[in-house]
């Protein structure tokens, strides 16, 4: 009973370094990919730097359900092929500790994660993922309050034009600009003006662009020629344009919690085409949950390499198997949306299909006498690499004799 817990205090520490590395590396890389691509989109919209990190941040759900698996999948075959490439492996089993009780942490991990990605999946990512939207819509709306861009012509509402040549102090002191409104009974107005700054007022629809040092031009049907006026300051209300609001959370199968996602797909008034969107959602985030309790069995019979061989192909195996699997439960979640096969028949189906694979890895491994479900894939790649060697040897020689 010593043994045992010790032994289970010892594999909780070797999995949680990898696992707790794994994720936080697996989530900064998303995120790093996603901020270029946010910086591009927010700097053509003219938005504000600070959006670009709320979006960021609303994403992080996403992205850690994405990455939990991940990190589970390598901390666990890390803390097993360090076992066994140090012999302890042989140790514990020689004094009784098989593969099932050495599963027992594993197992726990697995089953916390779990909670803790359904939670993310089921309840959290559906809001962040509307705020995420939601943010979309206000940048190219103008409702963040977009900058004008310098140097270019921007247009305020329908009938003002407006062009700065410089901006300073982040936006708040503007020169060499150019104003152009035109009204509905023919009126125009023209102003250039070598300084101005936008002033807020006690209407959120209207601010005033104070404009000091400039010409103003006034041109009106009834006028032989337009009226030039040279002002020291001017004040130009400005009335910005009504901004639409934003749908409402629920309008997109990913912005719904699941009991949300049970309580409209089964409704009476949803329309089959919903219904099979939703249920094939629905199944989408129980099945990539459920595939987190196969993960253990997966990382052990992978970690374990041959005998005398330190070969790391289990762990490429596993990245290729994890996204395998994802891509597939994505793509019969879209099978299943479409109607064309049940959503449970398309999505637990492969499921079953990778249960029945990891079991039998499994069942090789700890049951079976010398059995080694990676050991042909091994043998294969070392064949492999031998040729390889040998076909670039003479190259290599005949590059040093020239």
Do not use: C
Not at 194 to 199: C, S, Y
Not at 253 to 273: F, G, I, N
Not at 281 to 305: D, K, Y
């Amino acid at each position: 009973m010593r043994i045992g817990s010790l032994t289970d205090r010892y594999l909780a520490k070797l999995i949680a370094v990898p696992l707790i590395g794994t994720l936080v590396v697996a989530a900064m890389l998303l995120i790093l990919d996603k901020m270029l691509r946010l910086f591009d989109f927010v700097a053509s919209e003219g938005g504000p730097v600070s959006v670009v990190w709320r979006m960021l941040a609303n994403l992080i759900p996403e992205y850690l359900s994405l990455g939990i698996p991940i990190g589970l999948m390598l901390g666990i075959l890390l803390a097993f092929r360090k076992l066994a490439l140090s012999s302890e492996l042989d140790v514990f089993r020689a004094i009784g500790l098989g593969y099932g009780r050495l599963l027992r942490v594993p197992f726990l991990y697995a089953g916390v994660l779990a909670l803790l990605n359904l939670a993310i999946v089921g309840f959290v990512q559906p809001y962040a993922r509307y705020a995420y939207e939601g943010l979309r819509f206000e940048l190219r709306s103008g409702a963040l309050g977009a900058s004008i861009k310098v140097g270019e012509f921007s247009k305020l509402g329908k009938r003002m034009t407006l062009r700065v040549e410089r901006s300073r102090d982040g936006g708040r002191e503007l020169s060499g600009i150019f104003v152009r409104t035109e009204a509905r009974d023919g009126k125009s107005l023209a102003v250039t003006a070598e300084r101005g700054q936008f002033l807020a007022t006690d209407d959120p629809n209207t601010i005033i662009l104070r404009l000091s040092q400039g010409v103003l031009v006034n041109d009106q049907p009834g006028f032989t020629t337009p009226r030039v006026l040279s002002f020291v300051a001017h004040d130009l209300p400005i009335d910005l344009p009504q901004i639409e609001a934003f749908r409402q959370r629920g309008e997109r199968d990913a912005e719904l919690t699941m009991p949300e996602l049970v309580r409209v797909a089964w409704a009476k008034d949803t329309t089959p085409q919903t219904r099979n969107t939703l249920r094939a959602n629905f199944h989408f985030r129980l099945v990539e949950v459920a595939t987190m309790f196969l993960l253990p069995l997966l990382a052990v019979s992978l970690a374990v390499p041959p005998k005398r061989s330190s070969s790391a192909l289990g762990v490429f195996l596993s990245i290729v198997l994890i996204v395998t699997q994802h891509k597939i439960n994505e793509y019969a979640e879209a099978l299943g949306a479409r109607g064309g096969v049940d959503p449970v028949i398309a999505l637990w189906v492969p499921f079953l299909a990778f249960a029945g694979l990891t079991w039998w890895m499994y069942r090789t491994l700890a049951h079976v006498p010398g059995g080694q479900p990676i050991g042909a894939l091994e043998r294969g790649a070392a064949k492999a690499g031998t040729t390889i060697r040998g076909w670039l040897r003479p190259r290599r020689r005949k590059a040093a004799t020239a």
